[in-house]
T-cell receptor, first 113, second 114 residues
Framework: ETGVTQSPTHLIKTRGQQVTLRCSSQSGHNTVSWYQQALGQGPQFIFQYYREEENGRGNFPPRFSGLQFPNYSSELNVNALELDDSALYLC????????????FGPGTRLTVT | AQSVTQLDSHVSVSEGTPVLLRCNYSSSYSPSLFWYVQHPNKGLQLLLKYTSAATLVKGINGFEAEFKKSETSFHLTKPSAHMSDAAEYFCVVSDPAGFQKLVFGTGTRLLVSP
């Protein structure tokens, strides 16, 4: 166990809806990254937050947004859900933005119908 | 840009036989490389990492990997497979684009038969 927790475990939403996923970082970690893992594929980087600021983003549209709070917990928000957003969403925390070791939570399985 | 290629989508071994999971990398920097394992319905667990120290890296659960710059490879090995090793394995390179972004391979599913 890494100490990174995510909620909820599973979620079913309808196309066009909005969703919020939550992540609690490992103690002492001030950086959180979010990844999307589609079925049968490797995780894809969405974005990273360091000390409450987004400091890096992958090839995802603006309807994917995030927040990091003073206690370093984090949210991933997805607006206008599409069927292709169905995936496992993973968050990972690290000691800082240069930390080479990222510790992953168990993920949230999102199904969009 | 950094990338990794996992050469096998599936590898099948018998319990007690050696495991070899192959990974080639592409990097314009001195890379940081990792192997992660994902068991069904579980998150990703770090097996081992290479960060320009010793080229032979030992990880958890008896796994090790050797960094070979001349071959741009970072293959994962284990002398003797156990049933509990059955899982998805990801080779990963860190892209230091001002922050640490992990770039994952497509994964290798390891099947272990009795």
């Amino acid at each position: 166990e890494t100490g990174v927790t995510q909620s909820p475990t599973h979620l079913i939403k309808t196309r066009g809806q909005q969703v919020t996923l939550r992540c609690s970082s490992q103690s002492g970690h001030n950086t959180v990254s979010w990844y999307q893992q589609a079925l049968g594929q490797g995780p894809q980087f969405i974005f990273q937050y360091y000390r409450e600021e987004e400091n890096g983003r992958g090839n995802f549209p603006p309807r994917f947004s995030g927040l990091q709070f003073p206690n370093y917990s984090s949210e991933l928000n997805v607006n206008a859900l599409e069927l292709d957003d169905s995936a496992l969403y993973l968050c990972a925390s690290s000691f800082d933005q240069t930390g080479r070791e990222q510790y992953f939570g168990p993920g949230t399985r999102l199904t969009v119908t | 840009a950094q990338s990794v290629t996992q050469l096998d989508s599936h590898v099948s071994v018998s319990e007690g036989t050696p495991v070899l999971l192959r990974c080639n990398y592409s990097s314009s920097y001195s890379p940081s490389l990792f192997w992660y394992v994902q068991h069904p319905n579980k998150g990703l667990q770090l097996l081992l990492k290479y960060t320009s120290a010793a080229t032979l890296v030992k990880g958890i659960n008896g796994f090790e990997a050797e960094f070979k710059k001349s071959e741009t490879s970072f293959h994962l090995t284990k002398p003797s497979a156990h049933m509990s090793d059955a899982a998805e394995y990801f080779c990963v390179v860190s892209d230091p684009a001002g922050f640490q972004k992990l770039v994952f391979g497509t994964g290798t599913r390891l099947l272990v038969s009795p």
